[in-house]
Nanobody
Framework: VQLQASGGGLVQAGGSLRLSCAASGRTLSRYHMGWFRQAPGKEREFVAG????????YYTDSVKGRFTISRDNAKNMVYLQMNSLKPEDTAVYYC????????????????????WGQGTQVTVSS
C-alpha cells in the first residue's frame, strides 16, 4: 500500500490543522493506522492510532483532548484533526499502516508499521 500525507503547514499557537493520508494500492480497511511525528534532533514518536474499523483509537498523552484521528475506509483516507496546537507539536508528521495488525491492539511501536507516507511538515509558531 502506498501512503501520501498532506495538510501540513505553518500555524500560530492555538490554531488548527487537519492532516490527511491517502492510500492507494490496497484497501486501508485491513490495516490499523497510525500517525507519528519526528521533531528535529528527536526520535520518531507515536501520536495517534486507529483500528481497522475505526471503532478504537489511542493517543499519546501529550495530544489527548486536542487531536482526533479518524478514517474513511470507503475513501481510503485517514485524518488527524489537530486543535489547540502548541509550538512543541512542531514536527514532520507521518501516516503509517500496521502491516500485521492484531485485532484490538493498536501498536505504538513504529517497527510494527510496514508502510509509511512521505511526511508532512507542521510548524507551530509561538
Amino acid at each position: 500500500v502506498q501512503l501520501q500525507a498532506s495538510g501540513g503547514g505553518l500555524v500560530q499557537a492555538g490554531g488548527s490543522l487537519r492532516l490527511s493520508c491517502a492510500a492507494s494500492g490496497r484497501t486501508l480497511s485491513r490495516y490499523h493506522m497510525g500517525w507519528f511525528r519526528q521533531a528535529p534532533g528527536k526520535e520518531r514518536e507515536f501520536v495517534a492510532g486507529i483500528g481497522w474499523s475505526g471503532g478504537s483509537t489511542y493517543y499519546t498523552d501529550s495530544v489527548k483532548g486536542r487531536f482526533t484521528i479518524s478514517r474513511d475506509n470507503a475513501k481510503n483516507m485517514v485524518y488527524l484533526q489537530m486543535n489547540s496546537l502548541k509550538p512543541e507539536d512542531t514536527a514532520v508528521y507521518y501516516c503509517a499502516a500496521d502491516s500485521t495488525p492484531v485485532p484490538g491492539v493498536i501498536s505504538t511501536w513504529s517497527n510494527r508499521y510496514g508502510y509509511w507516507g512521505q511526511g508532512t511538515q507542521v510548524t507551530v509558531s509561538s
